[in-house]
């Protein structure tokens, strides 16, 4: 089985920097297709980030945030750089096979084999 279990959500001021963690006790990250998700209240979860050959970014935060994974530690990590209010959502982690990362895939298809429960995130 598989638990994915997130941590490093808080408040933080614009500007300011966070570094989200996943720890994937089950799993070993780099063999995986493994991603970040946000989602804001009454708005649609999107893809942040995702990493397995290479990483892949949304648009909005290319160049700010920057996707790892330490294979030894089992965790992916997110750190979130020039935070802005419009970052402010619960974070997700995700992992899937890893095909699903070609070509971004993973940001846009809405799913996952396996989801951690989230962490807030919020910016004001």
């Known amino acids: 089985h598989v638990q994915l279990v997130e941590s490093g959500g808080g408040s933080v001021q614009a500007g300011g920097s966070l570094t989200l963690s996943c720890a994937s006790p089950?799993?070993?990250?780099?063999?995986?297709?493994m991603g970040w998700f946000r989602q804001a209240p009454g708005k649609e979860r999107e893809g942040v980030a995702a990493?397995?050959?290479?990483?892949y970014y949304a648009d909005s935060v290319k160049g700010r945030f920057i996707i790892s994974e330490d294979d030894s530690k089992k965790t992916v990590f997110l750190r979130m750089n020039s935070l802005r209010p419009e970052d402010t959502a619960e974070y997700f982690c995700?992992?899937?096979?890893?095909?699903?990362?070609?070509?971004?895939?993973?940001?846009?298809?809405?799913?996952?084999?396996?989801w951690g429960q989230g962490t807030q995130v919020t910016v004001s």
């Open positions: 995700a992992a899937d096979s890893p095909g699903y990362c070609v070509g971004g895939y993973f940001l846009r298809r809405n799913g996952a084999r396996y």
């Open positions: 089950a799993l070993t990250p780099s063999g995986y297709c």
């Open positions: 990493i397995f050959d290479r990483t």
